[in-house]
């Protein structure tokens, strides 16, 4: 697989240069500076790939250009912006950057409870507690009938916590779950948001009457009428699955298991529809067993983040090693390695070792730890190679 990193864009912190030295031969990134919703531009676009380039690497994959949540909920302008979305595509088809990755996801793009999980080494990585995001729904958010998504010991353990939680906690925990996670994905939420919560509030009420059969129908809408467009282009869409794998918020999630792939790939059965097959998302779902999902899926697939987690018997979950963990990466590298060699691989996440926490990357994204992650894969990789080459 080739191997690619995620990068910010000119003002990353870790440079293209830097990226050179640690092996990485291909770039994901995105035009972080347009509004979700407009058009990229081919200059803009040019602009990007030519910087890349200068510095001897490719732009291999977009992540991401941006679903407007119209279109995931059906408003009165979808059609108008999915006319858009197709001239960005077109755009990017005209430089030959042709693998997109996007998501179906309402509201969320992703969600974790806690940034900086420590470690007995003193590491950190990103968790999600259950119990904190019951908490937080029904006395932060106070959303209607959450408590019913939750077993009666979650709930009793939320009302617990409330006894102690002071205004600081809340606002990490707003910070933590809607805000540091957004941001810089291009999501709803930002850090200048005045009043996140009451925006986050108004965002899920665009859901109200979409239940999962009607997202699934808009699924199909916008990939149908995209396709046309990817069609003429060569252009490689691959959605990234629901992050964690599982109903929050009380959203519609549909992208979150064996069956969901299947449906979504069978929906609009065309080749240029794919995923990105993202082994830390599936992972965190116990119903998911990662190498059988990629043995069935890997030719389906554009683009792949190799992660792990743990997921406790409570449903908490926590990003693991990317050697340990239940998604069993050395696996999945050998049925991508064997089923699709060429595909764009990226690590996905990393903890926070050896200073990162004082440098200023986004949650998930820090410089060693990835750094640490992408040469253990690299090495799991030129094994297998090796491997093969030798029978
Ligand atoms: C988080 C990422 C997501 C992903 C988008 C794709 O770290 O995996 O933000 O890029 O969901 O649209």
Redesign the pocket.
């Known amino acids: 697989m080739e191997k690619t990193w ?1 990068w910010f864009g000119k003002k990353d912190p870790i440079t293209l240069q830097m990226l050179r030295q640690i092996g990485v031969e291909g770039i994901v990134t995105a035009l972080h500076e347009v509004k979700n919703g407009d058009v990229w531009t081919y200059e803009a676009i040019m602009d990007l790939k030519n910087y890349i380039e200068a510095a001897g690497l490719r732009w291999s994959v977009v ?2 250009l ?1 679903v407007m949540e119209s279109i995931k909920y059906g408003g009165p302008d979808r059609d108008e912006l999915i006319e858009k979305y197709k001239i960005s595509l077109a755009n990017l088809g005209k430089a030959g950057v042709k693998t997109v ?3 179906f ?1 309402p509201v969320l ?2 969600a974790r409870t806690d940034l900086y999980h420590t470690w007995a080494d003193g590491g950190t990585s990103l968790y999600f507690d259950k119990v904190e995001f019951c908490y937080f729904e029904r006395y932060i958010l106070k959303r209607e009938g959450a408590e019913k998504d939750y077993t009666d010991e979650e709930n009793a353990k939320a009302d617990e916590m409330s006894k102690h939680m002071t205004k600081e906690d809340n606002d990490r925990m707003v910070e933590n779950i809607i805000i540091k ?1 957004q941001g810089f ?1 291009n999501g709803n939420i930002s850090e200048e948001d005045f009043d996140p919560v009451g925006k986050f509030r108004s965002l899920l009420a665009l859901y109200k009457d979409i239940d999962r059969d009607a997202l699934r129908e808009n699924m199909r809408y916008f990939l149908s009428a995209i396709m046309p467009t990817c069609d003429e282009w060569g252009m490689n869409m691959c959605v ?1 699955p629901d ?1 964690p794998p599982m109903q929050l918020l009380g959203l519609p999630r549909i992208v979150t298991c064996d069956e969901d792939i299947e449906w979504f790939l069978n929906a609009v059965d065309n080749p240029h529809n794919g995923l ?1 097959f ?1 082994c ?2 599936l992972s965190a779902g116990a119903q998911n067993d990662i190498p059988e999902l990629a043995r069935k899926y890997a030719k389906r697939t554009h683009f792949v ?1 190799l992660r792990s987690t743990n997921v406790e018997p409570n449903g908490n979950f926590i990003e693991a090693d990317h050697l340990a963990g239940r998604a069993n990466l050395i696996e999945v590298c050998r049925i991508f390695e064997e089923q699709n060699p060429g595909l764009p691989m990226r690590v ?2 990393g903890r926070c070792i050896l200073g990162d926490e004082k440098g200023s990357f986004n ?3 820090s410089f060693h730890g990835r750094m640490l992650a992408l040469g253990k894969m690299d090495g799991v990789m030129a094994t297998i190679k090796y491997m093969n080459a030798n029978k």
């Open positions: 995620r992540e991401s941006p990755c996007y998501n996801m793009d992703w996670t994905v990234h992050d990105t993202c830390g998302s983040h996905d996440h949650a998930g994204y």
